[in-house]
């Protein structure tokens, strides 16, 4: 039985639409943490987690270049004693080392340390499998050391259990940034889809009611009285109308439709094939445009619209259908 639902859709929109704001701000939130990291280079718990690093010296120079063509810098992250020094993987030309190693060149940093952002990765040894989502170096202790005189301050006070990556820190900033955008569009989507569906379901009570008076306030003769009824696939044949109520209510004046047919769409997901079925239908003063019914998806749906599109073809001549 059919009642008037003018909610129907809309409500369960607003929910999913809240349901991707809400991940939306977590994703923002997991951004914002990541542009103000509370932990020191070297003093964070994991491989991946996003630091700090006061920069006191750095190499005017890359000291190396890595496979996917980034560069390698050799940067003094503590000036205690002898000092503390590390590597830094960076882009080439990347504009924040290219402001530290200005600063380097004037003698700032010794007085005023740059504050430097990035993901503190643990390097990998030859022939391991990297299983993290970052991208981390191979053999990156050897070939540091290889470069410095073993005697020298630097190779004794160097850090090489872990490096700075600038690329992937600001790809994981950037991945975060989308991420939140994107769910946030979403989102917004999804409320005006929900409004739309609820302007468009009181939009076809109203021409319900303007067509035949009997219905006003009882609906429920849509299913008594109808020339074909399906409550599976949620629709209706009315006298003049096609009405379907699956996901709001939609209805169709027979008599201004030029064409009528089942769109089915076959997808699958995780192995496992399916179809999507909509009906479809082409007004006589729009013949370019296809508007679309939704039904509910049952296995059936072709024999079950058999008998609907034979009442169609017989009531409606003007009307082409098929599938």
């Known amino acids: 039985m059919m009642t008037e639902k003018r909610n129907k859709g809309f409500v369960s929109g607003l929910v999913l639409a809240l349901v991707f704001l809400a991940f939306a701000g977590l994703v923002f939130s997991l951004w914002m943490g990541r ?28 000291v190396g270049t890595v496979d996917n063509g980034h560069v390698l810098y050799i940067v003094q992250y503590d000036n205690q004693n002898d000092g503390r020094f590390a590597g830094i993987e960076a882009k080439k030309d990347d504009a924040t080392i290219k402001e530290v190693i200005d600063k380097a060149k004037n003698g700032e940093l010794q007085t005023d340390p740059y504050q430097l952002k990035g993901t503190q990765l643990a390097p990998l040894a030859k022939d391991s499998k990297n299983t993290s989502r970052n991208g981390r170096l191979v053999g990156y202790s050897d070939y540091i050391h290889s470069l410095l005189d073993p005697t020298s301050v630097v190779s004794l006070n160097m850090t090489t259990s872990y490096y700075l990556s600038l690329t992937e820190y600001n790809k994981d900033s950037l991945f975060l940034l989308i991420g939140s955008a994107a769910l946030a569009g979403l989102s917004i989507i999804m409320v005006v889809a929900s409004f739309s569906v609820r302007k468009r379901t009181i939009a076809s009570y109203q021409e319900l009611h303007q067509n035949y008076p009997e219905l006003q306030g009882d609906l429920s003769r849509l299913s008594d009285e109808a020339s074909y009824y399906n409550q599976d696939l949620k629709v209706i044949l009315y006298k003049n109308h096609l009405i379907t109520y699956f996901r709001g209510t939609q209805t169709i004046d027979l008599r201004e439709v030029q064409q009528l047919y089942l769109h089915v769409t076959r997808v699958r997901q995780s192995g496992i094939a399916r179809s999507i079925f909509q009906l479809c239908y082409i007004r006589k003063d729009k013949p370019k445009k296809q508007h679309r019914l939704a039904i509910k998806n049952k296995k059936n749906a072709e024999e079950q619209l058999y008998t609907l599109f034979a009442q169609v073809s017989e009531r409606f001549p003007d009307v082409k259908v098929g599938i």
């Open 35 to 62: 542009q103000n990291p509370s932990t020191s280079f070297a003093k964070a718990e994991k491989s991946g987690d996003p630091v700090t690093m006061k920069v006191y010296d750095i190499t005017r120079e890359p």
